[in-house]
């Protein structure tokens, strides 16, 4: 059975030690992906410095490329990410950004690197917006080469204009318990099975087409 290893990018906007219900999140994520025995880490991406840009390295002491050599010797990336306006947090849309940098690099054969790697979301709120904000993330992983599985996330989102926090509910709700496990399962095996058998490169034929015919 393949090794897979899993990295959970919380997207706080609270450096640490600021308590964080991404965090809380997608800790239980990781939770869930060992019992599937998947080992992982959680990163903050605010508690280092990553710079805005496009790029795989900004320069001038950026954290990304420290980020993104974890990532890559990953098989499960899990965006942990607040809503804030409806919309995913500003920290996760500069990491998507610099996602967007794998779209030019390529193995050997033409693939991209991030292709074989699975994604998934965890989104926690006191607003409406989690389906919007997992649509959002989702769309933009699958663009870059990320391969998403079935109930590939989680989220609790709390009453409009309450207090609340994620990491203060208790007991936790049994329906996040429930995606938590799933998104993890399905992660697990879909990276096992793309460890096994990646993707072809881009200039695969497949056999199944079978030869060209003349028109009749």
């Known amino acids: 059975m393949a090794s897979i290893r899993a990295l959970v990018l919380n997207c706080t906007l ?6 964080s219900s991404s965090e809380q999140l997608g800790r239980e994520v990781l939770a869930e992906l060992a019992a599937q025995g998947v ?3 959680l990163v903050r991406v605010v508690d280092h410095d990553v710079r805005f840009g496009v790029s795989i390295d900004e320069g001038h002491g950026d954290g990304w490329p420290m980020i993104r050599a ?3 010797a990953a098989q499960v990336l899990i965006i942990a990410t607040p809503i804030w306006l409806g919309q995913p947090a ?4 500069m990491v998507l950004e610099r996602l967007d940098a794998e779209l030019s690099e390529t193995d050997a054969e033409g693939r991209l690197l991030t292709y074989g790697k699975v994604a998934g979301v965890a989104v926690v709120g006191n607003e409406d917006g989690a389906h919007h904000t997992i649509g ?5 992983l699958n663009e870059v080469g990320f391969t998403c ?4 996330a989680t989220y609790w989102v709390g009453e409009a204009l309450h207090t609340v926090d994620y990491r203060d509910v208790g007991p936790k709700p049994d ?6 496990k799933a998104l993890a399962l399905n992660c697990a095996h879909l990276a096992r099975l793309l460890a096994e058998q990646p993707y072809p490169p881009p200039d695969a ?7 060209s015919r003349e028109p009749a």
């Open 90 to 93: 500003s920290v996760c849309k």
């Open 136 to 140: 959002q993330v989702q769309q933009a």
């Open 14 to 19: 609270k450096p640490s030690p600021a308590p």
């Open 39 to 41: 080992d992982g880490e």
């Open 70 to 72: 974890k990532l890559l």
């Open 205 to 211: 034929r497949s056999a199944a087409v079978g030869p």
């Open 175 to 180: 329906t996040t318990g429930r995606t938590t």
């Open 149 to 152: 599985p079935a109930a590939a």
